[in-house]
């Protein structure tokens, strides 16, 4: 055990922050720990854990996501078009969204693989199309989600949120089974070594390509999830998003060189940084203090996990970084 | 000296400003006015905010690095210069440029410590720092927009003309040829690029790399200033995320101007027909009426275009 | 040479051209089943071209790759695998962040981005553990093993895959003798069993003791192949080298153990890497640092450039004490201390740079000095015989002598008063090295403090006018005069008593 926390530590401490942020959160909330507020905490959580997997994906391979929040707002658009149905044209509605979402991905991923252009020069250009297909689908905030289903999937079951139960479900029967197989080593090894993982066998161009349509189906889920959540389509969620996705990641100890760090740390990161935003919102903060308050603690945060080259004392070691 | 000039006036650098060129000749097709001093001159004016801006950021990309907080540190200057000339007292509207431009250099600073001393990458770093400064802002105005107004020295510094020429532009110029002189009469230019390219190398032909990092994060937080400066003094007023909409732009004119965005190739020069390609398609896309939908999405496709052109011709050569 | 019916890859007039540099130039070579087959020749003699070509890494210009006798298109390692030629990169195919297990599992055959197979982690296992590497926790993360284990941990993953045609390149370098012999017992079993095995090694005792024929390459041309035994080690060094190189070194002037002093190191200590190293540095000397690798010498170039924090004890330069704190500071006029790194392609040069700015970047800001003037680096790009298109080629272009003659120039411009060397021949062609070794003791006879950090005890013996010898942080022997001989050198580095000399 102490050999798995240690070989886990990044996971394992961002863990135990949101653990402690939880636990302050619930006792200091006014109405303590009731499935309602638990249930408003999820979805937010969610949400951002969802943009920050899609992130994850990005990061893992070396790469970097800036259209993350583009793809979330174009596929929340999509679902406020074909999810405000009944019955079985939901089920369509949810595999187009998804369908749209894993598009977006695949289109950064060609072009960072064959085109050869930088993730995030490719991305940033992507993200300003995106953004202009959400906002023909949807100049102004409108459209609707069916009711009966996005309460399924928004409140809760037996008194656990769905939330988190959805939470589970993807670090349970996706993550951890994906982390078994040839393609969750081929993303760790592009990440930490292009050149080795070639010479071992690792189709790179294709675990990459997976690697950015795995990124936009989840962003496609965190516009779809968005959805449920708000019942309405906006196409001007794209920026907060984004940066917000790449907080996350970072603070659930996902290295933005590639190669290190699990996708269990960025849902964890989101969660921590959901939780601190709700944090404040019933400590008694000014409400006009929490984005500064938000921004310190990043900021912190970051320092913190960089001051350790403060002891570097070999100068040449600062460059390996 | 000519050697490297005119090896840096190759044909990536050319292309951008081939491309406004079509730009220009296209759109005249449709819209004769295009063509017209008035036009022409009023897209300088708005092609210099971009472009004092992505001064900055084609320094900090030559070195590999990013600047996020280009929005805020854009906003701040702007809300103090405003407020500073919106007291009325005549000592504190002249202190307003002054001051908005240390507040840019001073968090230039505060982006180089965590880059140079801490070794955060600077994506996240710089993230940081803007998402702190955003939070400043809104504690201070309490999210409304703020009240103040520009004063006069700032009004025409944005709108004026001398001789015709906007004064913006001959700012964004000055700011340019400055910045020139500078990479290129010292060892600064050549440090940048030999830090994008191979850092460790660069410190130990005995560069004081961390020197290099602090002065060129903080020449761009005085370029975001100084845009912040001109876009007050344009509008009269400083606003809530009147920033935000300068990032993407800034970068991509950077790399339309063919500055790799893993540092060390690339120049200011680019930059220049980079910044003038984008506002040029910018203004024809609002001439031709098209919806902001439109444009993001032509916008997002030619950026790639570009791009794609710029690395075919790379892989040729 | 007879070529048995039963060749496993066959190459026919492969040529490898990289811009302007051919690496393999028109190579005909074949290796067949059941044979271990050595190949022997300079660093950029293209052994190291060959395994890729014939490991998919890269593909040939011009040529044919026959495998089985059918010609072949090896586009990737994966379709080279999948064929049964594995190669044994030098711990390149391993990824620093993943752990043991996963990087023996990585890319097996039969597992594609589906579920892992775990037969091939049993054969693995228990491989490794043939090759004394069954102590190595299959947790640990790779980038924490020691160099030997992760030699092992690259053996064992490459013998797993179960190859037709192994290629082993320096396979053994960080591997001590016991462990060596087991792997070779290994090496052996398999070719018994009908598995061809290339090898590339530079200890011709290994190629004694395993090759049953060798091939010499050089300068990118297949010189000639034959039985292992055919010629003894001098007519094979002539193969390699092409030419007889009488006079590698200048002639050794006489000691001059009363040179002014230019800089003395006192009690110098860095953590636990150095401990209580006294140093003395004569104007015209050339002072020798040897031992095993990481011994401390490389730290004792590195504290007196400046690169580490919190040093022990005193630097004494011209009998002032001084503090040098940076590279940057080491290259004050007043202080004019010089550092060629090691590695030329990480820490020495700017590669997609010109020549040009590579030798003004360290002389670029140092006042009083030309840093933008030609003439400034030209006595020495003479010295040097620096072979270049222009001065604004990248330096990436290079071959690695040419790219060492732009770093040593870089530095030599600025005339320091002592020059710190780390290893600058390692990986060189024999001309170059005659041509750096006569520079360098020309700068030492107009002055110059000279300390040369070396993995060739030649240089030791033929060049320096002292040498200290490293082991565990510290100086074990300082020889001098006759005392140098390879005897003691190695007896020295092994920290084994001394024949005679002096102790430190």
Redesign the interface.
């Known amino acids: 055990m102490p050999e798995f926390l240690r070989a886990n530590r990044r996971e394992a401490i961002a863990v135990a922050v949101l653990l402690f942020l939880l636990t302050v959160y619930l006792s200091t909330h006014p109405r303590g720990m009731s499935t309602y507020v638990m249930t408003i905490w999820a979805n937010q959580c969610l949400i951002l854990a969802l943009a920050a997997a899609a992130q994850f994906f990005a990061v893992i391979v070396r790469g970097i996501d800036l259209s993350v929040g583009a793809v979330m707002a174009l596929t929340n658009t999509i679902a406020s078009h074909v999810m405000g149905g009944e019955g079985i044209s939901l089920l369509g509605g949810a595999a187009l969204v998804l369908a749209a979402g894993v598009a977006c991905g695949l289109l950064n991923g060609a072009l960072v693989v064959f085109a050869r252009i930088q993730p995030i020069v490719v991305t940033l250009a992507t993200a300003s199309i995106f953004v202009g297909l959400a906002l023909i689908l949807r100049p102004t905030p409108g459209g609707v989600i069916n009711y009966d289903l996005a309460d399924a999937m928004t409140l809760d079951v037996l008194g656990i949120p769905t939330a988190l139960l959805i939470t589970a479900a993807v670090i349970g029967l996706f993550w951890i089974p994906l982390r078994r197989t040839g393609l969750g080593l081929g993303l760790y090894a592009i990440g930490s070594s292009e050149q080795a993982a070639f010479q071992s066998g690792i189709q790179v161009p294709l675990v990459r390509m997976i690697s950015f349509g795995l990124g936009g189906l989840f962003a496609g889920l965190a516009g779809l999830y968005f959805s449920f959540v708000t019942t309405t389509g906006d196409a001007g969620i794209a920026a907060n998003f984004t940066l917000n996705s790449i907080a996350a990641v970072v603070l659930g100890g996902v290295a933005l060189r590639g190669g290190v760090g699990s996708l269990i740390g960025a849902i964890a990161g989101a969660f921590i940084l959901k939780t601190i935003g709700a944090l404040m919102f019933f400590s008694g903060l000014p409400p006009l203090a929490q984005p500064f308050v938000e921004g310190l603690v990043l900021a912190a945060a970051i320092a913190i996990g960089g001051a350790d080259v403060l002891r570097v004392r070999n100068r040449l070691e600062v460059f390996a970084r | 000296m000519s050697?490297a000039i005119a090896?840096r006036l190759d044909l990536t650098t050319l292309l951008p400003f081939a491309a406004t060129v079509l730009l220009i000749l296209g759109g005249s097709l449709f819209f004769p006015q295009m063509l017209g001093i008035g036009y022409l001159s009023q897209q300088l004016q708005i092609a210099a905010f971009l472009g004092v801006i992505a001064m900055g950021a084609t320094i900090v990309i030559l070195l590999g690095h990013?600047d996020?907080s280009v929005p805020w540190v854009l906003g701040g200057a702007a809300l103090i210069s405003t407020t500073l000339a919106g007291t009325g007292d005549p000592l504190l509207t002249a202190l307003a440029i002054p001051a908005a431009l240390a507040f840019g250099g001073l968090i230039g600073l505060i982006n180089a410590v965590?880059v140079a001393?801490?070794?955060?990458?600077s994506?996240?770093?710089t993230?940081?720092?803007?998402?702190?400064?955003?939070?400043?802002s809104?504690?201070y105005t309490?999210?409304f927009n703020p009240k103040g107004e520009a004063s006069a020295t700032m009004n025409w510094l944005a709108t004026g003309k001398l001789a015709g020429i906007p004064v913006a532009f001959l700012l964004w110029m000055a700011v340019a040829v400055g910045l020139a002189l500078m990479l290129h009469r010292?060892?600064f230019g050549?440090?940048l690029?030999?830090i994008g390219?191979?850092?460790?190398?660069?410190?130990?032909?005995?560069?004081?790399t961390p020197s290099v990092l602090f002065a060129a994060f903080s020449i761009a937080g005085l370029c975001s200033a100084l845009g912040g400066v001109l876009l007050a003094g344009y509008a009269n007023q400083a606003y809530q995320s009147m920033g935000?909409p300068y990032l993407?732009p800034t970068?991509?004119a950077v790399?339309i101007g063919g500055t790799s965005?893993?540092g060390?190739?690339g120049g200011l020069l680019g930059t220049v027909g980079g910044v003038f390609f984008i506002t040029l398609l910018n203004s024809i896309l609002s001439v031709m009426q098209m919806?902001?939908?439109?444009?993001?999405?032509?916008?997002?496709?030619l950026?790639?275009t570009m791009?794609?052109v710029q690395?075919l011709r790379g892989?040729e050569g | 040479m007879a070529t048995s019916p039963s060749p496993i890859v066959r190459l026919e007039g492969v040529t490898k051209r990289y811009g302007a540099t051919v690496a393999l130039d028109g190579v005909n070579f074949d290796c067949n089943a059941g044979e271990i087959h050595a190949v022997l020749g300079e660093n950029g003699a293209g052994k190291s071209t060959l395994m890729k070509i014939i490991a998919g890494v890269i593909q040939p210009t011009e040529g044919v790759v026959h495998v089985d006798g059918e010609p072949v298109a090896l586009r990737s390692p994966r379709e080279a695998v999948s064929r049964g030629l594995v190669c044994m990169f030098q711990e390149l195919s391993l990824i620093p962040d993943l752990t043991v297990r996963e990087n023996l599992m990585l890319g097996a055959p039969g597992t594609g981005l589906g579920r892992l197979s775990g037969r091939t982690l049993t054969v693995a296992c228990d491989l490794l553990a043939r090759i004394d590497g069954g102590h190595i926790p299959m947790r640990a993360r790779l980038a924490d093993l020691s160099l030997a284990e992760r030699q092992q941990v690259e053996i064992a993953k490459a013998l797993a895959r179960e190859p037709r045609l192994l290629i082993l390149d320096e396979a053994t370098s960080a591997l001590n003798a016991s462990v060596v012999e087991k792997v070779f017992t290994v090496i052996r079993e398999e070719s018994a069993r009908g598995i061809g095995v290339l090898f590339i090694s530079h200890r011709f005792h290994e190629i004694e003791a395993l090759a049953d024929r060798v091939s010499v390459f050089r300068n990118g041309r297949h010189v000639e192949t034959f039985d292992n035994g055919a010629y003894d080690y001098p007519a094979i060094i002539n193969k390699m080298v092409g030419q007889k190189i009488d006079d590698l070194f200048p002639a050794k002037p006489e000691a001059k153990p009363d040179a002014e002093v230019v800089l003395r190191l006192d009690g110098f200590g860095w953590e636990d890497g150095l401990k209580d190293v006294s140093i003395t540095l004569r104007k015209g000397c050339i002072t020798g640092l040897g031992g095993l690798d990481g011994q401390g010498q490389a730290r004792v170039l590195q504290g007196l450039f400046g690169l580490l924090r919190k040093t022990e004890g005193d630097i004494v330069l011209d009998g002032r004490e001084i503090q040098i704190a940076s590279p940057k500071d080491a290259k004050r006029p007043d202080i004019s201390i010089a550092l060629v790194p090691e590695d030329r392609k990480t820490e020495a040069l700017v590669l997609q740079q010109s020549i040009a700015a590579n030798m003004q970047l360290a002389a670029l800001g140092v006042d009083g000095v030309p840093a933008s003037d030609p003439v400034l680096y030209r006595p020495y790009i003479d010295a040097l015989q620096l072979k270049y298109a222009s001065l604004d080629q990248p330096v990436g272009q290079l071959s690695g002598g040419n790219q060492q003659k732009v770093a040593l120039t870089k530095w030599l411009a600025l005339k320091p008063r002592c020059l710190l060397l780390a290893d600058p021949t390692r990986g060189i062609d024999v001309k170059t090295k005659t041509q750096i070794y006569e520079l360098l003791r020309r700068l030492a006879d107009e002055g110059t403090a000279i300390l040369l950090l070396s993995t060739d005890y030649e240089e030791f013996i033929h060049l320096c006018d002292e040498t200290h010898i490293f082991y565990d942080g510290r100086v074990v022997r300082h020889l001098q005069g006759d005392a140098v001989t390879a005897e003691n050198i190695l007896a020295a580095t092994l920290n084994l008593p001394a024949q005679g000399g002096t102790h430190a």
Request: hydrophobic letters at 55%; a positive charge; glycine letters at 12%.
């Open positions: 050697l090896r990013i996020l965590g001393l801490l070794r955060i990458p994506m996240v770093w993230l940081a720092v803007n998402s702190m400064l955003l939070g400043i809104v504690l309490g999210g010292t060892g050549r440090y690029s030999a390219y191979n850092e460790k190398a660069t410190f130990l032909s005995g560069v004081s935000d993407l970068i991509a790399v965005i893993l060390g190739k919806s902001d939908a439109w444009r993001s999405i032509i916008f997002g496709v950026i790639i791009l794609m690395t892989r």
